[in-house]
């Protein structure tokens, strides 16, 4: 079992910065690859970032390349995602998740992750 829980979520003005954590415990955390997802209101869950276990391997969605950085931190159980230049559709749910199948991928296949946290709000004001 592996529990991951989110923090870091909140509000922010255009522009702005935030960084989310990710805190996992139970399987060893280096064995597997995580991912950071988002959900807008009436929207699809969907892949933000990937990382693998050991970080060598990463993903961005178009939509926040340049602007966030999927990072993870092993001796910590910690994974991050520092967005910057934040824009208002940056608006949702932020979710971490485990993909503990596959660690050595970065994944941006949301049914590949098989852990997920609760969640964390994060609203980019205009």
């Known amino acids: 079992q592996v529990h991951l829980v989110e923090s870091g979520g909140g509000l922010v003005q255009a522009g702005g910065s935030l960084r989310l954590s990710c805190a996992a415990s139970?399987?060893?955390?280096?064995?597997?690859?995580m991912g950071w997802f988002r959900q807008a209101p009436g929207k699809e869950r969907e892949i933000v970032a990937a990382?693998?276990?050991?970080?060598?391997?990463?993903y961005h969605a178009n939509s926040v390349k340049g602007r966030f950085t999927i990072s993870r931190d092993n001796a910590k159980n910690t994974v991050y995602l520092q967005m910057n230049s934040l824009k208002p559709e940056d608006t949702a749910v932020y979710y971490c998740?485990?993909?503990?199948?596959?660690?050595?991928?970065?994944?941006?296949?949301?049914?590949?992750?098989?852990?997920w946290g609760q969640g964390t709000q994060v609203i980019v004001s205009s």
């Open positions: 998740a485990a993909d503990t199948i596959s660690p050595t991928l970065a994944t941006m296949n949301k049914y590949e992750y098989d852990y």
């Open positions: 139970g399987r060893t955390f280096s064995r597997y690859a």
């Open positions: 990382i693998s276990w050991s970080g060598g391997n990463t």
